[in-house]
């Protein structure tokens, strides 16, 4: 039995071999997609903007504070992984709430971010399919440690998503919103980012 299974295990390899050998694909075809969008870098053409988004790609551990219109804060954990897409032009997120309470599966949402080079303005669209939600942000950099987008796809006048205080190992991400033309700010959730590093 023993000397059938190392058998199967070596015309196994060998069929791989000779596959490889002939030019046929040796991965799964299902996982082509996922292979062809990511990235390692960003395109050339963007030139001082790739570092607006390039400082965030990685994971980061999150720590999610939501508020309640009372006030009442409602915290749970998760990550957040950025990574550069579509050869280098554009940045995908996608976050992670781990399950909590009397939830079973983890929350997940994503957004692709992009810059216009005509109006210099970086674009945004959230989407959030449990929920069936689509918001569409514009926005950009705002100094050198914030990066600030708006909508009004979101139920407020404005919406305000920010990364502040971006750090190389931490950050942190709010959520506001604006009835009054963006006079006042009411604060809705900020998560606390940090950087997870390889073992």
């Known amino acids: 039995m023993k000397k059938q299974f190392a058998l199967c295990l070596i ?13 046929a694909p040796t991965t799964d075809p299902s996982l082509d997609l996922p292979t062809a969008l990511t990235a390692t870098s960003p395109h050339p053409a963007l030139g001082d903007q790739a570092q607006v988004l390039g400082r965030i790609v990685g994971t980061w551990d999150v720590e999610y504070t939501d508020f309640a219109k009372d006030g009442t804060a409602t915290r749970r954990t998760g990550e957040f992984i950025v990574g550069w897409i579509m050869d280098g032009q554009a940045v ?14 983890r929350e997940v949402y994503t957004d692709l971010h992009w810059f216009d080079a005509k109006t210099r ?15 569409k942000f514009t926005g950009g950099p705002v100094g050198n440690d914030r990066y600030v987008l708006e909508t009004s796809d979101l139920g407020s006048k404005q919406t305000r998503w920010s990364f502040n205080d971006i750090r190389p ?14 006079k006042t700010w009411k604060l ?3 998560y606390q980012m940090k ?5």
């Open 11 to 23: 015309a196994s390899g060998l069929l791989s071999s000779l596959s490889a050998a002939e030019g």
């Open 92 to 105: 995908q997120d996608l976050w992670i709430v781990n399950p909590s309470g009397t939830r079973k599966e």
């Open 121 to 135: 303005t970086w674009h945004a669209t959230f989407v959030d399919p449990e929920h069936g939600s689509l918001a």
């Open 169 to 182: 190992d931490s950050l942190v991400w709010r959520d506001e919103a604006s009835n009054d033309g963006g």
């Open 188 to 190: 809705q959730s900020e």
């Open 195 to 199: 950087r997870r590093r390889a073992n």
